[in-house]
């Protein structure tokens, strides 16, 4: 077991590195591989007022004409240990954690993540708490009454619902439980310290839009599971030997059947931070995804890519975390 | 599946007179398994109802823009200055016999035209990056799975990083740090051009996937042994063997990759960093609808309503085409 756990932190760490260097090389190879000169690149970070002068300053703060692997030890030395950004005559010490500063407000872009996270999370979880329990439950019962109204229903329905964007279902969600009916007040985030109850329910329409999407995805999932999984020798022998129905069910039929569901919940963890993208653009909630869209428009390049890391990062914890629960439950894994 | 030696479906092979003496010549006829996937295939009612829908749509996103007109021209005579919001038609749309579908705001535009116009964008886009994507995940898959070893644990590996990212997040970054001209492009082309390239480039791996789980199995069969003993080299066998046979699942999950590929591709839009406006695109509509929609709901419905029922379609079609060509798969 504590072999496994070293071997998966190992690779983590090794993912960690590689996907550092391609995020970083997306944001300083490519533009100069399309052809655009360090010329351009400061010209950007200008903006209207572009002198010769003013480009040379630019470049040598940005450090614009170092190469790729210095300015990435540069960055990755800021996570650190810290660095030092020289701005003109003037020096600013950067403490670790550090990953630069905003090309347009200079505010550090680790206070930024910071103070964005507990956005993006809020959707996040709760709308992954809801569809899990939305989706499976939904799926098991579709499984055990196949063919019966409420399956075809629900079969229905989740078609519909893998279907139907985001960013639609949003709108028309705002539309008519905000405007025509006004049964609950338009979104927007409330610190849940303040007051849970408002938190809860500002993030409900934005929660069930993410939820569901993948609550449709997931109870199609569960019910191709089930199916195939009630029809093993093994259910018959549970039921020959006189189980009751309940224990049949959920000890021997659903416990084989969540296994797959479980490794694609972790990576769907990692894929709802895009999802989340989508839902707070649709809600206009300031969350890391605007963030991060607001860092792609305004050619503020630092912080776009502090959010890419970030989510790098992220997503290879949850995947470390699954990998080792996952162990835990089944002792099959370790060996593989 | 294609089975290695084809039956032709002629009656006078399969007829010894004395075992037919009195049973109806059609009863036996033989069909290869592509006629029996078709056959199942007509049976499924929804499934056929998916494909008609999606032959219409493709048919007015070809024909369509010469009919509907242009989808920028401004008509400002319909808005009402003062609530902005299109002065007549039912709940304020606009809609009317010029315009079918009501006009957009702030400008007045044909809505009917830019829904059409969009539609060309939309499949366009999904259509090429799911070629791209198919190139490229059945190439890897195959390779992978054929040589095994170290080509598919790093292979495999790839994939498994590519799935497991927000690919969103990246085609984001990827779309937003690529200039305005390169590559002797400029402007929509380009646009249109790197959409491609970023959604088929993240969409490969799901194929990919697929195809390699389905070549470890393949080439324990006979007939790769038998190639493999007269002689034949591995892109040989790679091309000529094993890809006949995996036409099934490369259909199956290129169809069932499309309408991922529209909604990948309208987020893009809706998002604000795929097709730049004044193009028209679905997602683009909703990012312009989403400010003004409680004065004119109709300007989000429609652009949603399209992106639904292409994708439904596609998804309808892609699920009727995976019972009828997997003859394990049950309902």
Redesign the interface.
Known sequence: MIRYIIRRLLVAVLLLAIISLVTFGIFFLLPKLAGQSTDDLAARYLGREVTPEGLAGVKAKLGLDDSFLVRYWHFIEGIFVGTDYKFGTSVTHCPAPCMGFSYRTNEPVFDLLLDRAPITFSIAIGAAVLWLLAGVTIGVVSALRRGSAFDRGAMSMALAGVSLPMFFTGLVSIFLFCRQFKILPTPRYEAFLGNPATWAQNLILPWVTLAFLYAAMYARLTRAGMLETMGEDYIRTARAKGLPERDVIVRHGLRSALTPIITIFGLDIGLLLGGAVITETTFSFAGLGQLMLQGITRSDLPVALGVTMATGLFVIVANLVVDILYAVADPRVRLA | MTAPIEVSGSETEAQPDAVLAGVDRKAIQGRSLGQIAWLRLKRDKVAIGGGIVVMLLILMAVVGPFLVGDPNQPHNDLIDPMLSRPKTGIMHSGISSHHWLGVDLPAGRDMLSRIVNGAKYSLIISFLATILAVVLGVFFGVVAGYFGGWVDTLIARTMD?F????????A????????DS??GLSGNGLRVAFLIFVIGFFSWPYIGRIIRGQTLSLREREFVDAARSMGARAPYILFRELLPNLWAPILVYATLMI?TNI?FE??LS????GIKAPTPSW?GM?NE??EV??VA?HF??FP?MA??IT??AF??FG?GLRDALDPRS?R
Not at chain 2, 163 to 170: S, V
Not at chain 2, 172 to 179: K, N
């Open positions: 990083i799935l497991a990212f927000p690919l969103l997040l990246f984001i970054a990827l779309v937003g740090v690529f200039p390169a590559f309408p909604i309208a987020s809706f998002l604000g960093v997602g909703l609808a989403k929609y409680e709901p989000m419905f949603g992106i639904f994708v439904l998804n309808l699920d049950s």
